[in-house]
């Protein structure tokens, strides 16, 4: 009797979280990964849980708007006769912020990836959609709608986007928006460590989605760490400090960045897209392929190859046509560019002389006009937008925990340390490192207001100087923040004097610049 009660704790007890091998193929490992799921203790899944309480947030903030006549009325606590529908709002919801705290705080999310089942059930349900509203020409069409119940299902437990985790944090936002201005310390810190612990549930996905979706926990960790410091420095004690510190760089552990989110679906590309042509004409896709790199190509975004239909509103006719390098050639290409993009991002980046993977990329797209090996191609198309996204999340968590070191000093010594080297490294905890130079980070106190800037695109200290206008970014770049722009040693030096002059000054990290 006694060992039919222990098998159930040891067998949970002896499967750990896999982990990918270092050449093990992605269906061995999905296959580990979905026994590993279907183990993990019902009581400590969080799909069910998180969608109730995320629900029951919706349904408290909407009673509160039909009675105040204002709606999300914690965005906005200062407009003008907000408060008093902000504070119902605040209190209707903090029973249930509460539970989304304890959530996040589960070790695990233990979502499986999609078995043939679960993809065969979506496509009958978009099939019958088409049938129903087909698409007016042969371009993307976007469903707005709401998502029923069984779909919105399979889209979490398919999609790697961890949907629900990503709403608990912009529910928790809102609450903590709301305690900063009210100086509830202790509610605004308790949620940003559940921010962080959200982003570890996150990374738990193998897949590139789920990596953006860290991008933007991290952001907003960062981005209230920030508001807690600016507003109430006073205030705050050594243990709270610490308390987030600690958290931080539990997180700063487990970080891997877009390249470290993409290897098990590299995996899943080679395995799958031979798959995806035709056994009788190698040099052609079968129907199911050309919808699929139809998608991926209209969305012009990073495809997620656990979920061939990861764009689960998005509809499209078969449209891609035309002779194609066979699915061999396309593997040879899309490893030869893998593994420079792996050694271009082991790299730091102030050291990075070249880009090699953007250089291979940019070659074999002048080298194929006819578009031959778009399948492989077509993976690669931001990965250079990838890396300077790494390195602005990178640049901004360190300077967090930099700054959380400067006020740990403060509330140990009563005054601001006058310069980093002065914080004694049981209290800084990690090396200030400012990831564009190799450098400390820049640091002055200034009006009795500690000030941290990084050297910014060239790699030099200008006393936090900033960089007086930002520059636009050449043509056909990404216009987001074109004054955290980075450039590779060879690039930097390739530029005319003209132009490295408009990058002259530094970024400033702390306090927050307003258009950051």
């Not at 608990?168 to 605004?188: D, F, K, P």
């Not at 790299?347 to 953007?358: G, N």
């Not at 990690?430 to 980070?441: E, N, T, V, Y």
Request: hydrophobic residues 40%.
């Amino acid at each position: 009797m006694l060992r039919h009660l222990l098998i159930p704790l040891l067998t949970s007890a002896t499967i750990a979280q896999p982990t990918l091998g270092p050449d093990e193929p992605a269906s061995a490992f999905i296959e580990r990964w979905n026994a590993w799921c279907q183990e993990t203790d019902p009581d400590q899944q969080l799909l069910a849980d998180l969608q109730a309480t995320n629900d029951a947030i919706w349904e408290a903030q909407r009673a509160v708007a039909e009675r105040y006549g204002v709606y999300s009325s914690l965005d906005d606590i200062a407009a003008p006769g907000n408060w008093p529908a902000a504070q119902a709002t605040a209190e209707a919801i903090a029973p249930h912020t509460a539970r989304l705290r304890e959530l996040l705080a589960r070790p695990h999310l233990a979502f499986p990836f999609p078995g043939p089942e679960v993809e065969a059930a979506r496509r009958a349900e978009r099939d019958a959609d088409f049938k129903e509203n087909p698409p007016e020409d042969d371009s993307i069409v976007w469903d707005r709608g709401p998502m029923p119940a069984n779909q919105r299902e399979m889209y979490l437990t398919d999609t790697g986007l961890t949907f629900e985790v990503r709403s608990a944090v912009s529910q928790l936002r809102l609450e903590t928006n709301y305690a900063i201005h009210t100086g509830n310390l202790g509610l605004a810190i308790d949620n940003t460590v559940a921010y962080l612990e959200a982003a570890r549930l996150q990374l738990e996905r193998h897949t590139l989605m789920s990596a953006f979706d860290v991008d933007s926990t991290e952001r907003t960790a960062v981005s209230s760490i920030e508001s807690i410091l600016v507003r109430h420095s006073r205030r705050l004690r050594d243990g709270a400090l610490e308390r987030v510190q600690t958290v931080m760089l539990d997180h700063a552990a487990r970080r891997r960045g877009h390249a470290g989110s993409l290897t098990l679906e590299h995996r899943v590309f080679a395995e799958v897209l031979p798959t995806w042509f035709d056994p009788d004409q190698p040099d052609r896709l079968t129907d199911r392929g050309r919808e699929f790199l139809d998608a991926m190509s209209i969305a012009g975004a990073e495809p997620n190859w656990l979920d061939p239909d990861f764009h689960f509103s998005l509809r499209t006719r078969p449209s891609f046509e035309g002779s194609l390098a066979p699915a061999s050639e396309q593997i040879r290409v899309f490893n030869a560019i893998n593994a420079a993009y792996a050694r271009d991002t082991a790299t730091p980046w102030h050291a990075r002389e070249d880009l090699e993977s953007a250089q291979l990329f940019k070659a074999m797209v002048e080298a194929d006009p006819q578009g031959r090996l778009a399948p492989a191609l077509d993976r690669f198309a931001f990965y250079d937008y990838f890396i300077w996204i790494d390195l602005r999340n990178e640049t901004n968590f360190r300077a967090a925990l930099t700054i959380l070191g400067v006020h740990r000093h403060r509330a140990r010594t009563g005054q601001w340390p006058q310069a980093l080297a002065a914080i004694d490294p049981e209290i800084m905890r990690f090396d200030p490192i400012d990831p564009h130079s190799g450098q400390p980070f820049g640091y002055a106190v200034i009006d009795d207001q500690p000030t941290l800037w990084s050297a910014g695109p060239d790699r030099d200290n200008d006393d936090g100087r900033p960089i007086p206008k930002p520059p636009a970014p050449p043509e056909g770049e990404f216009p987001e923040a074109p004054s955290r722009r980075w450039f590779t040693l060879n690039e930097w030096n390739a530029l005319p004097p003209e132009v490295q002059a408009e990058y002259d000054g530094d970024i400033p990290l702390f306090p927050p610049p307003a258009d950051r």
